[in-house]
């Protein structure tokens, strides 16, 4: 096992921070320490903060830590923002705001970054989920900032996810709901003190219910909704989680008990359901299709790099389509794996 | 050539509409008919519209198409919204804003979903935009809604980005400018009458030159920047594109036209200058290394679908760590094709 791993199983703070900065550089022996880390996993539940600008989120988040802290639970934050080529990650007044945990050993608190990449914003935020889980969080919180495609695929590698919502933020904000509704466990209409609250919740509601109407399950799923203990589970509904909507206000930590108690519903939810089972499965067979399209990348940009940039110079040249040009590059990349693999002539 | 490719090149709208579901839908012909369109391709001017919710990007399309109408150019739009379960796309009154021109026939609009792939949305964009293109729109204006990562990689497959503020949108709001800021050529600054859009201004101002001491080019760049024709361009600031500022009230149409002359601008640059054709060579290596990661995945899924199938059935029971396991199915899918390769055995 490699030294760093093994202080962070340890769980030693500094070692997680040091391998973090690898894993976010993509530099060192950061693959290795992530196959070493990977026993230690599979402990930490891991939830997803999103929503709108300005929904309060990160005001939230702080509550919620505060909340596992209490109940002595370890706890990891991954904030992630988007790509800034000027900071490199948080320029926030958000970070700020967690600083009354900055002090506590049994918090770790990390901006993300993501260089650029497609799909490397959730392909970081996997692998940061690994490393912190194997420092032996009970709670790793993964929050977003916006709203994009991006910010959905990050939702998909975490347990549980929460959908932050607040009064009147106009018409964009309907579409948004409407793209992360799939994706919520959990609303918090937050600042619900203010004008609009109940508004939101009712729309809430109607997008929930449509949304019924639109994605009931197919037959065989229905049939396997029983929960595994055969005792009912709250929030299950015949086989399909019905996500909770509930009322806060952070700044003052109203609501902040039932948004933790709605929350841990679904984790039980989760893990004590066939369905909870079934989406457990989906996440990570998504998950792995996604890493292993990454690691053919590196893998074809490794092997067939000149005929790679030679493509380029060609369609740049109009002299060929991208299309065929890929479809050229894959059959380049495998063929240049002839020798290695089990094909390989005697 | 395929019929469908061949009356949309002679520029049928019919043609056009249904080439674009083939895409979308990754259904039919649409490879061989994305193949046979490229030759076609080339003349369109891509100008992507991106920004936080609410700051009136569709507003201000609306009004840049008009704008380009005027002038007889024909214009093709594509609106991407975050993926909706149940909308498939586009559930706003954005898309009614902009049915003054829906029987124009030489305006073309259409929104696009992404189906929940990763990296789908800004490759789908990428088809599309080709597509429009074939069809010798002049001018292609693609919209997203949203501010994520997702958002930024489609900025990378258009010619020039606008990015759009609005006076007064917060903290997360301030964050988001600094990720959008490295994909901005020209920033409108909405709704410019009311308050607070001074302030909007400033901040635009100094986060770019706080980006100029960060990102200055490095030397054998700045040697690079002298305009093709040795006359200077307008907006190239020692071989960099100097993003422009400008004031606009949407609704009113104030400032419409100092926008479109600022985009224009850099378009001028792009085609114009040495840094312009550097940049316009660096964005298509960046866009065919996203197609090939894509073109690999497909291939690797029809050549070991069941063994990716059964390395997630591992990971699941913890026999093997992901990393490992990507990298075994690299090796499989390489040695898969050993027998229709160049490095085939006699």
Redesign the interface.
């Known amino acids: 096992m490699h030294p760093l791993a093994e202080r962070l199983v340890a769980g030693d703070m500094r070692a997680l921070a040091r391998v973090c900065r690898l894993v976010d550089d993509g530099l060192g022996a950061y ?1 290795t320490i ?2 070493d880390l ?2 230690a996993t ?1 402990h930490a539940w891991t939830i997803g903060i999103t929503g ?3 929904a309060g989120k990160s005001t939230l988040t702080d509550q919620l830590i505060a909340w596992h802290r209490a109940r002595g639970r370890r706890v990891g934050v991954l904030c992630v ?7 490199g990650g ?5 970070r700020i705001r967690m600083q009354r945990h900055g002090l506590d050993e049994e918090v770790f608190i990390r901006s993300l970054a ?1 260089r ?1 990449a ?5 392909r970081s935020a996997a692998d940061l989920i690994r490393v912190v889980d194997a420092w032996h969080a009970d709670v790793v919180v993964v929050e977003t ?9 990050v939702t998909r590698r975490v347990d549980t996810t929460l959908v932050v919502v607040a009064p009147g ?8 709901k ?5 994706c919520a466990d959990t609303f918090a209409v937050n600042k619900s003190d203010r004008e609009g609250a109940d508004a939101a919740v009712r729309h809430l509601e109607l ?1 929930l219910a ?2 019924h109407e ?2 009931a399950p197919p037959l065989g799923h229905v049939g396997a909704h029983a929960p595994a203990s055969g005792r009912p589970v709250a929030g299950d509904v015949g086989g399909r989680w019905e996500p909770q909507i509930v009322r806060c206000v952070a700044t003052a930590g109203t609501g902040v008990d039932e948004l933790a108690t709605a929350l841990e519903a679904h984790r039980v939810w989760l893990h004590g359901t066939e369905a909870g089972a079934a989406r457990r ?1 989906e996440r ?2 998504e ?11 590196d ?3 490794r ?1 067939i790099g000149p005929e ?2 030679r ?2 110079a060609r ?2 040249g ?1 002299e060929i ?7 050229e ?18």
Chains 1, 2 share one sequence.
């Open positions: 693959r992530l196959k990977f026993p599979g709108v600008p300005g923002d988007p790509t800034s080529p000027f900071t948080a320029i926030l007044g958000d993501t650029g497609l799909g490397g914003l959730s900032v916006g709203v994009g495609q991006d910010e959905l695929e933020m106009g018409d964009d904000v309907q579409a948004i409407a793209g992360i509704l799939e997008m449509l949304g639109v994605t499965r990570l067979a998950a792995m299709r996604q890493d292993l399209r990454a690691a053919l990348l893998a074809a940009l092997a790679v940039e493509a380029v369609v740049a109009r389509d991208p299309y065929s040009a890929a479809d590059l894959v059959a380049a990349f495998r063929s240049s794996g002839s020798g290695a693999g089990r094909g390989a002539a005697p």
